[in-house]
């Protein structure tokens, strides 16, 4: 890969701006990127000291990352290598979930799929409305992705479409061991109060070897730009059946988690990228930890830490 200017990037306008992958290998988890789902790589550089204090990688200012673009040229996603982080599914642990990813046809896009993609469920329609088809595909660092199709307006929800091969992540779904803790979080970050219901969620019944049909405790959280945060209340399971339930949902028997290695952070997604007019008050009482704020360029950077583990990385615009 060769370089390219990083002041070049286009970057969407609000929402969602972009999400952070942590990858082992840059140069496959962008190649398969590229190769399969169409993203190129929009621009190279190394993690600047100030913006890894933002994103607590602070052990990994210098890292080389990779800035990837969808077809209508928007980085949508930044890759920052670490050879040493540690691969667990995300079923299995709190924090992000998963990427939801839009796209035009998730049928034809997931037919097209192999390895190290892995599909994990074939796409169909959701519980929540007919007019969301989604496939849930394991991706080359680890990152779980719901690759949806909005075919139709879904109220109350304000969710966008797209005729794009692959767009732009426009939910960010979480685990946590309490939603209302949770959506309270949220709700204090976005200014909104969201919406609290139960549903299925198939990956995870699958990944816990539960009946298909169990329902969970969710939130939805409306974000700016035809955006959301979905919030699932998980009890993962406990420390001596965790092995046993990895190994039922992926076939292996290669232990996933080293006591030795707690200290390593996970690969895949680590990271998304919101934009607001000024940061929210009282974000402390709701249960988010500020772990760094600068000023970068034209825009003040803020890192948050949710009650879930979840990270955020707000760009202000003053």
Known sequence: MSAVDPSALKLRGDGILHVTLIAPDLDAACTAYGDQLGLTVAALQSLESE???????????????????????????????????????????????????????????????????????????LELSPA??????????????????????????????????ISHTFIGVMSTP?????????????????WAFETRI???????????????????????????VEIDEVKLPDDSGLEEAREAATGSDEPSVDPMDAERRFAGQHSIALRLAALPVGLASAGWNLIGDVQLGAARH?????????????ILDC
């Open 51 to 125: 913006l890894a204090a933002v994103l607590g990688l602070v052990d990994l200012a210098g890292a080389p990352v990779a800035w990837l673009a969808n077809p209508a040229g928007e980085a949508v996603l930044r890759l920052v290598e670490d050879p040493q982080a540690r691969q667990l599914e995300p079923m299995f642990r709190h924090g992000w979930l998963s990427l939801e990813v839009l796209v035009a046809d998730v049928d034809a896009l997931v037919a097209d799929l192999r390895p190290p993609f892995r599909m994990l469920r074939p796409p169909a329609d």
């Open 302 to 314: 803020v890192g948050l830490v949710g009650p879930a583990g979840e990270h955020v990385q707000l």
């Open 202 to 228: 198939t990956v995870l019944n699958d990944a816990f070897g539960r009946d298909l049909g169990d329902r969970y405790p969710v939130a939805v959280v409306a974000l700016p730009g035809q955006c959301m």
């Open 132 to 165: 969301i088809r989604a496939s849930q595909v394991l991706g080359p660092c680890g990152e779980m992705l719901y690759l949806t199709s909005i075919k139709a307006p879904v109220p109350p929800f304000d969710l966008p479409m797209s005729d794009e091969r």
């Open 178 to 194: 309490d939603r209302d803790a949770s959506q309270a979080a949220w709700a204090a970050l976005a200014r909104h109060p969201g």
